[in-house]
């Protein structure tokens, strides 16, 4: 080989070595930063870990606050709200009646006909309405007025042609999903607005009464016979189904939970007569804290954010406001820390883009090679061509927020249990147990449990890994599909019934 071949030949192989470095390099520096993305979902995951052991702490919290709770106002993060409801429909009621569901952007207005021992509900009818813009900060005769007026169309349209004694008082069944101090079954005084309602004239008044005034204005002879929040409703319709539901969660958008507890437990309120020696109690338990519960740098940015800091740390955790939001921050870190979402993922840093049923969506696809995933980083995010494996790690992210939840909630549920003494450890703990321990039924609404097959899966895991199989065969999670309507009108049949 002549000197000219080997120059040749020795520039050929300076620039193949140099060529190979060079995509050493850059395999080293993609290592580096996918090493970086899964140590971020790596650190979350351990900072969410939920192990029995962490949700037997929760358990045992929930029953604490709900004790301290109970003794005085103010004495926990529980607000344990006193709801006048002593007595939950049983399947005897029978007759017409109506509810009014006001939620933060439509009222539903609802009609039953009950039938009696045997019957149960042999007609349910529901309309939608929405609620004008306008009205959520105008004056309470203008806001009421359209409530009345919204539910007078609605009874004569369902009673055009049916005979009715004329002038017959109608009962109905209010939900009023807002901070109401109760003064009875059927009265309460609004505490303060929520859910960009601003009626102020409102505020401090019967929202009953204002109800009840505004139906007698516009002609419909019509009596609120129980004035309850969602939650309420929820455990009332469970219990007309199955005389074993003690309590209720709502876990949705938001979350709330109650149950029935002993007269002489609510200390509060000693002296408190009930008809039947208990009373349902709305525990507001969103608020619930503890240290037990596991918080990452997430969770604490998003409330430093809020507009209602330190306030509501539960249902940041487990509710669907917050679950999207939450993954969408670690998504957002990940793409700091590394490039494997490519130069497009600017969209990751704005607020609440990804909502809750779209990370729901992502947890769950099942298509091969991850493709709904893919979809929605590119239409929802205008994130094209994220590879097989930058989307798997988005699913690793969707399930560790959604499994924390899930896992908490379930904690929560046997919180509640546990203080009633439902959750079966107490009596074996105490020695009380002779055959078999009593059955509790758990009435459940809004879509985070029903819509969501993953959360529902993780949910009911957590509770056999809480108590064991042989004492979680004994508590029933059962979906009770529209409890903040028709709940209130069974309730307004009941209450009806006793007067």
């Known amino acids: ?72 106002d103010g004495g926990s993060k529980l607000k344990m709200l006193l709801t006048f409801v002593d007595t939950l429909p049983d399947g005897d009621e029978d007759g017409i009646y109506y509810a009014l569901d006001l939620g933060a952007t439509t009222c539903r207005v609802l009609r039953i006909q009950l039938g009696g021992r045997g019957s149960k509900i042999i007609n349910h009818k529901v309309e939608q309405h929405q609620i ?41 069944g209010f939900t009023f999903s807002f901070p109401v101090r109760q003064l009875s079954i059927s009265s309460g005084v609004l505490i303060k607005w929520t859910k960009g309602f601003a009626i102020e004239d409102v505020v401090g008044k019967d929202v009953s009464q204002c109800l009840e005034e505004a139906m007698s204005r516009n002609g419909l002879n019509m009596h609120v016979g129980a004035l309850v929040n969602d939650t309420v409703g929820t455990l009332a319709l469970g219990h007309y189904y199955d005389k074993d539901t003690v309590a209720a969660v709502i876990i949705g958008t938001g979350t709330n939970a109650c149950y029935v507890e002993r007269s002489d437990a609510l200390i509060k309120s000693q002296g408190l007569l009930t008809n039947s020696g208990g009373m349902v109690v709305n525990m507001e338990w969103g608020n619930f804290w503890s240290a037990h519960l596991p918080k990452t740098s997430y969770d604490i940015a998003l409330d430093d954010e809020s507009p209602n800091r330190n306030e509501q740390g539960f249902e940041k955790m487990i509710s669907g406001m917050y679950l999207g939001e939450i993954a969408r921050r670690v998504l957002h870190r990940i793409a700091e820390e590394s490039d494997i979402f490519g130069e497009s993922a600017y969209h990751l840093s704005v607020p609440f883009i990804l909502r809750t049923p779209l990370m729901a969506a992502m947890h769950e696809d099942d298509s091969p090679h991850l493709r709904e995933v893919g979809r929605i980083l590119e239409e929802q995010f205008q994130m094209p061509g994220i590879s097989l494996k930058a989307r798997m790690l988005v699913v690793r992210v969707c399930d560790v927020v959604s499994r924390r939840a899930a896992r908490l909630t379930a904690a929560g549920i046997i919180g509640m249990l546990k203080k009633i003494g439902r959750d079966g450890i107490s009596d074996v703990a105490s020695g009380r147990t002779k055959g078999k321990p009593k059955r509790s039924v758990v009435a459940i609404e809004r879509g985070l449990y029903t819509n969501y097959s993953m959360f529902r899966e993780y949910t009911n895991e957590a509770i056999t890994d809480i108590l064991g199989e042989e004492l979680a065969q004994n508590v029933v999670l059962r979906v009770a599909e529209d409890g903040s309507g028709i709940g209130a009108a069974l309730l307004a049949a009941t209450y009806s019934s006793k007067r």
């Open 1 to 72: 080989m002549g000197r000219v071949g080997l120059g040749v030949a020795v520039g050929c192989a300076v620039v193949t070595c140099a060529i190979a470095a060079a995509l050493v390099r850059r395999r080293a520096r993609s290592w580096l930063r996918w090493g970086r993305a899964v140590a971020v979902v790596e650190g979350f995951e351990e900072g969410c870990a939920t192990p029995v052991g962490r949700l037997r702490q929760v358990v045992d919290a929930m029953a604490v606050e709900m004790y301290a709770g109970l003794a005085s």
């Open 132 to 172: 004008p813009q306008e009205l959520t900060s105008s004056t309470s005769e203008e806001f009421f007025d359209f409530i009345s007026l919204t539910l007078k169309e609605f009874v004569e349209r369902e009673e055009n042609g049916i005979n009715q004694v004329p002038d017959e008082r109608k009962e109905l």
